[in-house]
Structures are given as structure tokens and as C-alpha cells.
């Protein structure tokens, strides 16, 4: 247990009050900033509550992507970042012109986008989606068209299986999630025999196949307090397990692989939060004319979900 720092705590919330904010803190956070969260989430429950609060400032801990999201959804408000370098390397590997260039050569095609994407691709899609809700975003678009799904091709897979729909891909992957390798799996398998194998649908394919569930990482909050197992193995970035293990006290979570790590959702820390909030500097604005465009998109999304 880390020793919990009470006057930077105390400091944060007291000018986190004179603020007026909210500290959203994604699930992979370190446990100091989850800690000190208004609220904790998915990708998902992130955005949606970005959308709903009425706080004047959105202090985000998490990831570039995850701050842009928030400010195209919440314009008028502040939102900043406690650290900005805290980018997400799959995101940053796809660009508004590479999406042009696929666009242009499927002009049927529908453009579907996973959320981790910048705010310039947003602008270019279609309709957005999380891991929580990709496949019934593609459910809800009919057997007529072409889609096109960025950037992560193994979320692709992952999906195009589940929906038995033929997906115009890009090369993205996760390079946290890649780490985690069949052998993981089966040699904590072969120390747990009882428990449930949950996997990220960034995974790669044959690790999402020895799972018995596939989930976003709120999914696998939930799936994991209603099961009735004791055990479960973890598949996903390493954050995750600090939650699980605060909301399931007499249950037990096993790692599938220590390499699971996302360098970049480590950055924040609770000085930096300290410090966006006296400062209010860090701030993630998407210009108007690709905010409302990349707006289109995530309000296409909420609306089927
Ligand atoms: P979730 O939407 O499941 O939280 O995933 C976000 C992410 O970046 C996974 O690597
Ligand atoms: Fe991006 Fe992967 Fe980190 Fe998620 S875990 S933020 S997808 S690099």
C-alpha cells in the first residue's frame, strides 16, 4: 500500500473547489490519480460524462486523444491536461491525410473510427466507436454499404469476426496490448485453472481466441463484480488491476503479463494535477471547423448507443 500524500490531496481537492472542476481519470491511471477521481472510466463513460458535466474546468487524466474527445464534446469548458505529452502511440498512427487517401479509394465505403484517433481524423469519419460499443455500432449501419474501420486492425478483426462484416482495415495496433502473448495466457491458465480469462479487444487475435470474455475495460469491471468466479486473469494494460482489486476484495486478479504497461497513462501524477489546477495551463482546444466535424461523428455514435 502506498503511503497516501494527505496535504497534496487536501490542496487539490480545496482548489479543485475554487475551480469549479472535475478530475476525469481513466482506468489505466496510476492508483495516486485514481485515487483523487471524480470519476473513473472507460473511454466511453469518460466521454459521456465530459458531455454531461457542469463543471467549469475537465481536469483529464489520461490520454491526448481521450482530452480532445472531452473538448469537442464540452466547448465551453476548460479542459486541461496535467501532463500533454501523454499521447497514445496508436492514435498517432493514422493521420487526417492517410484517411483521406482510404476514403478516397472506397468512395462507398462508411468510415468508421475506433475513439483512439486525433481530432483531425475524427473530422474525417463517418461515425466513431469505443471497445465497449464497436460491434453495435456496426450493427446499426445495415448490410449495404462498404465500411471502413481505423486505426487499430486487430480491434478490426476482432469485430469484423463478431459481426461476420468484411472490414476495409488500417496497419494500428496497440503497442502495450500486443505484449501480452498466447503464452501468457496459457501459463497463467496453467496456474489458475479456475478462473475466467477476460482480454482487451486490442489484443492480439490469438489471445482474444483463449478468452472467455472480450471487453473494454469498464466491461471488465462489471463482468468481473457480477461473476460468480473468484479468479480471474487479466488481459489488458496493468492499471486495470488496482480497480479490480478495490472493487472485489475477496476475489483474486492475476496479470497476464507484466510487460502490459502504457508509458504514456503513467505520465499523470498527483503533483501535475496540483499544478494544472493552479496553473490552469495544458489546455486541449480542437479548432472550431474540425470540432464540429469530429463532433458529427461522436454524436452518431452516442445516438445509436
Ligand atoms: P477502454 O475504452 O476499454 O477504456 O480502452 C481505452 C484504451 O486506450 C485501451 O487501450
Ligand atoms: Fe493507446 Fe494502447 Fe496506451 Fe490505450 S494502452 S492509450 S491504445 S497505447
Not at 139 to 147: F, H, P, S, V
Not at 200 to 223: F, G, I, R, W
Not at 274 to 289: A, I, R
Amino acid at each position: 500500500m502506498i503511503k497516501e500524500d494527505k496535504e497534496l490531496i487536501s490542496k487539490i481537492k480545496e482548489l479543485k473547489k475554487k475551480r469549479n472542476a472535475i478530475i476525469l481519470v481513466h482506468n489505466y491511471q496510476l492508483p495516486e490519480v485514481q485515487d483523487i477521481a471524480d470519476f473513473r472510466g472507460d473511454s466511453l463513460e469518460l466521454s459521456r460524462m465530459a458531455a454531461k458535466t457542469d463543471a467549469k474546468v475537465i481536469v483529464f487524466c489520461g490520454v491526448y486523444f481521450m482530452a480532445e474527445t472531452a473538448s469537442i464534446l464540452s466547448p465551453d469548458k476548460l479542459v486541461v491536461m496535467p501532463d500533454t505529452s501523454a499521447g497514445c502511440p496508436m492514435a498517432n498512427m493514422m493521420n487526417a491525410n492517410d484517411l483521406k487517401k482510404l476514403k478516397a479509394q472506397h468512395p462507398d465505403a462508411v468510415a468508421l473510427g475506433y475513439v483512439n484517433t486525433s481530432a483531425e481524423v475524427k473530422a474525417e469519419l463517418d461515425y466513431c466507436c469505443t471497445s465497449t460499443n464497436a460491434i453495435a455500432v456496426i450493427n446499426a449501419l445495415g448490410d449495404k454499404k462498404e465500411i471502413i474501420f481505423v486505426p487499430d486492425k486487430y480491434l478490426a478483426d476482432y469485430v469484423s469476426k463478431k459481426t461476420g462484416r468484411k472490414l476495409i482495415t488500417w496497419h494500428g495496433f496497440c503497442p502495450t496490448h500486443v505484449k501480452i502473448l498466447p503464452e501468457d495466457l496459457k501459463r497463467e491458465k496453467k496456474f489458475h485453472p479456475k478462473a475466467k480469462v477476460m482480454v482487451h479487444p486490442e489484443c492480439l487475435p490469438n489471445v482474444v481466441e483463449l478468452a472467455d470474455a472480450v471487453l473494454s475495460t469498464s466491461q471488465m469491471a462489471k463482468y468481473a463484480k457480477e461473476s460468480p468466479a473468484k479468479e480471474f486473469i487479466v488481459g489488458t494494460e496493468a492499471g486495470l488491476l488496482y480497480r479490480l482489486k478495490q472493487d472485489n476484495p475477496d476475489k483474486e486478479f492475476y496479470l497476464a503479463s507484466e510487460r502490459a504497461v502504457c508509458p504514456n497513462m503513467k505520465r499523470t501524477t498527483q503533483e501535475k494535477v496540483l499544478w494544472v489546477l493552479q496553473e490552469l495551463k495544458n489546455e486541449v482546444k480542437v479548432p472550431d471547423h474540425i470540432r464540429k466535424k469530429a463532433r458529427l461523428a461522436i454524436d452518431r455514435m452516442l445516438a445509436i448507443v
